[in-house]
């Protein structure tokens, strides 16, 4: 098992930035990937950024040149660096982990970009 616990998220203007940390606990070895996702209200969730234990990183068009995933060596931690946030960034943001091809989940930390 995997426990996921994020932080980081708040309220922020336009433009502003923030940075979310997620902490991966318990069977962490063989955790093949992590990344963000991130649901607004009504809409389906959707992959923000994921990055593998080889450094690979994928963003979902929307955030390319704003955010940036990082994580720690031991893949225990993962980071997304958020920045000129916009009102169309506001969301629940989820932790996902991967491994042996089963997803874990974070509770999920809320992010709101006013204008």
């Known amino acids: 098992q995997v426990q996921l616990v994020e932080s980081g998220g708040g309220l922020v203007q336009a433009g502003g930035s923030l940075r979310l940390s997620c902490v991966a606990r318990?069977?962490?070895?063989?955790?093949?990937?992590m990344g963000w996702y991130r649901q607004a209200p009504g809409k389906q969730r959707e992959l923000v950024a994921s990055i593998t234990r080889e450094g690979s990183t994928n963003y979902v068009d929307s955030v390319k040149g704003r955010f940036s995933i990082s994580r720690s060596n031991t893949m225990n931690t993962v980071y997304l660096q958020m920045n000129s946030l916009n009102p169309e960034d506001t969301a629940v943001y989820y932790c996902n982990a991967v491994r042996y091809s089963m997803n874990y989940w974070g509770q999920g930390t809320q992010v709101t970009v006013s204008s």
């Open positions: 318990g069977s962490i070895f063989s955790i093949s990937a």
